[in-house]
């Protein structure tokens, strides 16, 4: 029988009296701060039910969460939102320790945006313990502090072999994380990865699964991962831990987005059949597909050596990377073993060199693989043969081709927005970018700016329609994405500031700056001012800095003037600096070096500097840091190009030997630029196989200092003299 | 004629309409966010004025705040609280640049804790401009945030020479800032302080105005300081820049305060005449007299030299510091010239070495002085003789003695909290200290440490009242002192916690720890956890953490597992831990290294390690980090004493070269303490003179590393063999 109830206190008192086949039902509105504790018994026959009054119209806002423990229980319909669970999970399988939920289900449940503040506060949505339990249909959407959004843990006994099923559920948009915890789903952890987890992963959703390269880490045994699809999800399924598991009928849309990857193996008895790849570029461990080299007598943290591996009848169509022996080096030095491909197919319409092959791969058997004619596969054992690819109507390539037989049989992804999740909740995404908004015109004056922005919304334009100075008194507080733009064909209006941050961008914020002078001349006599500054406290969004056409001019009415300041615990996508001059700063121009913790963490994953000049730079003109030694990050990505550093990093107090600071940066790309009269560039390189390219670049009373060699120069000349690689 | 107003658009048109004679009357309640301009022309005869229905029955707060131009403008009876200004200053006499007050008075005015969460965003409360100004009978107490109290500007011509007078304030507690900015008056700054000022401070009353070393910060020439009382203040009047000043008849009551200070004078023809300075403990800058050694040619921000420095009347009584050529080193090598000591006495009931003399006093002629019998005083030219002391019934000591008219003739203090300030405010001080409150009985269980928290009080105590285990499965957050303390006679209960951070300190918050375990089984295997961290915001509160008589055992669940991890502007006027067991960390104990931008910001006063024992920490026991150059703070202070370092700081990822970090710590005291099988012991040594000894001191394979050897040792033994400075 049912039973509505309308607070927290009734609906323990139902769950107290609840009897199998017994329904209890939320009634609509927005339940705040309710942590809901469903333990009760149910049957096979007559599980016992939560539900709601109405889908959609119940919602559990600020410090809700629930737990479910006993048997045959049954979650349908709640919406998490508008706040953060208390503890550390979100829709927890578990009472306490030992005490877990079996043969329970969650169905049709929400979570959106159910983030707290603190973006390196650990927290999952949905912890799956005990056995036998299924949770399907749910919409999983903007996660954006550090932990996975789902997970099946193996704490002990009673959660292993646990023959769970998550199907149907879309795992919608996940941000960048800047760090290793970013995972969309994870299987057990390193410390169990060797016993049998035996969850069933099927006809799921993953759309812009971006947070970190593991999409999926499985860190378990006996695993299936069937008919998922993954749309533009920046990593990859990753076998990072465990044995024996399968995944088949898998489809990987990439759409040429970056780092979008396929299937990454490690470990022994891992397959992957009949899987669909195409228009992946992810590179390294975020290949289409990966197969990597193991650490002989691995401890249960690092790698175990691929043993036994079978990957069959996939097709690969336009994907830009394969690696074989994967992160080989001299830790990783064990090779696959007893493995095989066989019935593959590789093509790709516009890259030729899509093999990369890291060590010995004698201890791979390759039978009936075919490659498209233009793919260098000379060390394979493969066939060549004349291969075309036409997308049918579900988006998928089909082959053509002499093939025999190999290659994958899908012709439609099994798994879409459609058939996953739940029909009753908006799946909208939110950010605006900059310029999406509407135009406000703004006339020189006091305040005047800042009035402009309190009236505007996001992704609205601030255009200054006259030359003049646009003074500010009062703190600028940016919360939303916002452009502040000179109208055109005007003198550069000049932007001045009483306080000591002129523009401070809040969570959510994002700043574009174009046309405009920037002038310290009002800033107060104080040390440490900054022209822009990050929340100084955490930020769960990310933020874009994008500064075009800009004169900076005269930060030097104090000690420590900086351009950009960035906070802990705060992450841009983007941070660009294009056309633009600096000239006099007593600090330094772009400061994202705050994460210095050596976790993993850093500020800033894109940092483009483009045609600017910096003259006079008593700091650097970048110090860009991220420390530690976990490989489970994209970035950060430098690139630096046609720019000049004069005078930059010689103010008695810079304490770092460098007029531009690359540390840990994993992609950095420094060409026709010119070092003058300037602290070094200093490399430092770690994590990995960073890839570092210093072309075209000019340094006069200026050089290159580095920790390692592995750094590829082209064309650098040092004081006149042209310099390769072995003469620095 | 009088004229009501009740919200800011009446009170502007009020002011539009203004006539001379007219007054403007706020109406009683709260002004929300109310910005008035008071902008306006009276005559001398006929002011205009603003005053409030009743006093103290209108607050301004939010973000309120006032500007006052024009001229012959009185403002009367506004209080401030319950919010911060949204520019930089509260009280403001200025309307724009060049636009400013003369003739006007700000009376009976209040700014309580009208602070901003930044702690090192600048702010002043009354900022003074224009000419022929007064400020009377405020009453301006707590100041939190960077920023001087109250200042005088000399922006441009029109606020030179401008005989404003400050007078008969009740400049209320100002705590510790731990940066340089937290003056509590300062006339004028460096650039223009070769200029007249000429402002009148006199009969104000100044009470625990701990901020920074300069209580006054005096910045300019031709200001008088009359008549004043500071009361327990930590630091000086400082003569900072500027020349011919006076300070007459004033009364420093030091009640042996640490760091309680007088006068310290350096430039030209600065005047100390009949004060009289009682129980004043400061040393070095912080001295009862401090005459300065000046820099050759000085520039206009460094030290110009006393010349013509006159010192009359004043008379000294348990003061511990006078400093003479103070400051001495290869930059500051210029002696006082041309100057005369006369008519003094010093006398000193528990201490015989009261003067430092650090360079050639041959400039500075004595004349007449005095000093008690047990006083050393062979360097100096004056007359020692049986002096004895009795305070008065106005707290003054008076002399008896052979001491020929010299000497104060100060008999009560002037301004005393009474006559100064306003009569209607209550001036209650609020901060609340551990164990003032109720006791709470709390039972071992899940969150109900918590609970008793959520239903406690500041300063309350919560007691374990049993044995066993208090595990928390949400956030702890501390906004008020509180006392967690094991009942009497029962085994230590256990704390626990499933979050990353076992106890996070807000603002305003303060944790007494006494008698418990605090094991890190429960938390999660992430990095990064610790089990107390500060607010990861700015704090503008300083904070306390007592740890006596816990084991804290275990916190290895991952890596950089710390006990305590510090944010940047966060304060802690003390971290104790004594009696304690620390063993097996793989992070830090102490982490208070957050504030590395060397602006002289640092994040901890006292630092207290007692009879405590660490074990097996992979990190370091303390990372104590003070950088800049300025020598304006008092701190830290680090104190160790019976302390043992057992396998300390050997942890790989360890960053720091030693187990205990000590860096620009003003005072450092370590004694009877082994370090065994640690990382170094690191001392770096930097600011001014800090005082640094290590004394019966055990290195066994550890050592002491430095870099320089500024600081002594005694009974020093190094892997058996004992040390002299010299052969380190
Ligand atoms: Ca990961
Ligand atoms: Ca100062």
């Known amino acids: 029988n049912g039973c509505k109830v309308s607070n927290v206190d009734e609906f323990h008192a139902a769950v107290q009296q609840a009897q199998p086949g017994d329904v209890i039902v939320l009634a609509a509105g927005v339940w705040q701060d309710a942590e809901l504790k469903f333990d009760a018994n149910g049957t096979a026959e007559q599980p016992i039910k939560l539900t ?4 959609g119209a119940v919602t ?6 629930i737990t479910i423990s006993g048997e045959h229980l049954i979650v349908e319909g709640l919406v998490f939102k508008n706040g953060y669970s208390p503890t550390s ?4 399988f578990k009472k306490k320790k030992g005490v877990y939920a079996n043969n329970c289900r969650v169905t049709e449940c929400v979570v959106d945006n159910y983030n707290g503040p603190e973006r390196f506060e650990s927290n999952t949505w949905v912890a799956i313990y005990g056995k036998n339990n299924r949770v399907d249909h749910c919409y999983l959407v903007d996660k954006r502090n550090i932990g996975v959004t789902m997970t099946v843990r193996m704490v002990d006994e009673l959660c292993r072999e646990n023959n769970h099923r998550i199907d ?5 948009y996940r941000q960048n994380l800047g760090a290793n915890g970013g995972e969309t789903l994870r299987l057990g952890t390193s410390h169990y990865s060797l016993s049998t987890c035996g969850t069933t992963v099927e006809n799921n959703y993953f759309e812009y699964c971006d947070g970190e390269h593991e999409i999926i880490s499985n860190k378990s045994c006996g695993n299936q991962f069937l008919n998922n699809t993954f749309m533009e999800c920046r ?3 990753t076998y990072r831990h465990g044995n024996d ?9 990439g759409n040429g987005k970056e780092h979008t990857g396929g299937i990454r193996i490690i470990n022994k008895r891992n397959k992957a059949i009949n899987n669909y790849f195409a228009d992946l570029t992810g590179y390294r461990f975020r290949g289409a597909l990966v197969i990597m080299n193991g650490v002989p007598n691995s401890a249960i943290n690092r790698y175990h050596q691929v043993d036994g591996g079978v990957f069959t009848n996939n097709t690969f169509v336009n994907c830009d990377h394969i690696q074989l022996c994967a992160g080989s080096d001299d830790e990783r030095s064990a090779i696959p073993i007893n493995s095989l491909i066989e019935n593959n197919v590789f093509l790709h319409q516009g890259r030729d060199d899509i093999f990369t092959i890291y060590d010995d791969i004698s201890g791979i058997e390759f039978k009936n693989n075919f490659v498209a004619e233009n793919i260098n596969a000379e060390q394979l054992n493969v066939t060549k043969t004349e291969i075309t690819a036409t997308k049918n109507e579900n988006g998928i390539y089909e082959i053509t081709g002499a093939v025999n037989g190999a290659g994958s049989s899908i012709k439609a992804a099994a798994a879409n927005a459609e058939n996953t999740g739940v029909n009753w909740y908006s799946k909208q995404l939110r950010n605006k970018d900059f310029g999406t908004g509407k135009s406000i015109e703004v006339k ?3 305040n005047t700016l800042l009035e402009a922005y309190n009236q505007s919304a996001s992704g609205d334009v601030l255009v200054l329609s006259e030359a003049g100075d646009y003074a500010m008194e009062k703190k600028f507080e940016i919360s939303h994405p916002i452009s502040i733009v000179a109208a055109k064909g005007i003198d550069k209006p000049r932007l001045l500031s009483s306080k000591q941050e002129m523009f401070t961008i809040q969570n959510g914020g994002s700043l574009q700056l174009k046309g405009v ?3 310290g001349e009002m800033s107060p006599d104080l040390t440490g001012n900054c022209i822009v500054s990050t929340s100084h406290y955490s930020m769960n969004c990310n933020y874009k800095l994008m500064v075009e056409d800009c004169d900076v001019k005269d930060l030097d009415v104090n000690k420590f003037f900086d351009f950009l300041r960035s906070y802990k615990s705060t992450h841009a996508d983007t941070v660009l600096i294009k056309n633009c001059h600096f000239d006099n700063l007593t600090g330094h121009v772009l400061r994202l070096d705050e994460e210095t913790d050596d976790r993993g963490i850093f500020n800033a994953e894109y940092v483009i500097l483009e045609n600017s000049v910096f003259k006079h730079i008593e700091g650097t003109v970048l110090d860009l840091y991220r420390g530690g030694t976990d490989e489970s990050t994209f970035g950060p990505t430098l690139k630096v190009n046609e720019c000049q550093l004069i005078n930059v990093g010689n103010g008695k107090r810079n304490k770092e030997n460098g007029s531009m600071m690359v540390h840990g940066v994993q992609v950095c790309y420094i060409s026709n630029t010119r070092f003058v009269n300037s602290k070094p560039l200093n490399l430092h390189l770690t994590n990995g196989e960073p890839i570092t390219k210093i072309t075209n670049c000019d340094f006069e009373m200026s050089t290159i200092v580095f920790n390692n060699k592995e750094f590829e120069v082209d064309n650098v000349t040092i004081d006149g003299k042209k310099k390769s690689l072995k003469q620095l």
Chains 1, 2 share one sequence.
Do not use: C, D, M, W
Not at 52 to 55: A, Y
């Open 168 to 172: 149907h559920n879309y795992f919608g």
């Open 245 to 253: 598991n399968v995944a088949e009928g898998n489809v990987f849309f």
């Open 517 to 519: 002078e920037i002038n």
């Open 235 to 237: 990593g990859t399924l």
């Open 52 to 55: 709601v009054e109405k889908k």
């Open 444 to 446: 020189p004056g006091l």
């Open 89 to 92: 999970e979100v829709i927890s």
């Open 60 to 65: 559990l806002e600020g410090q809700s969460r």
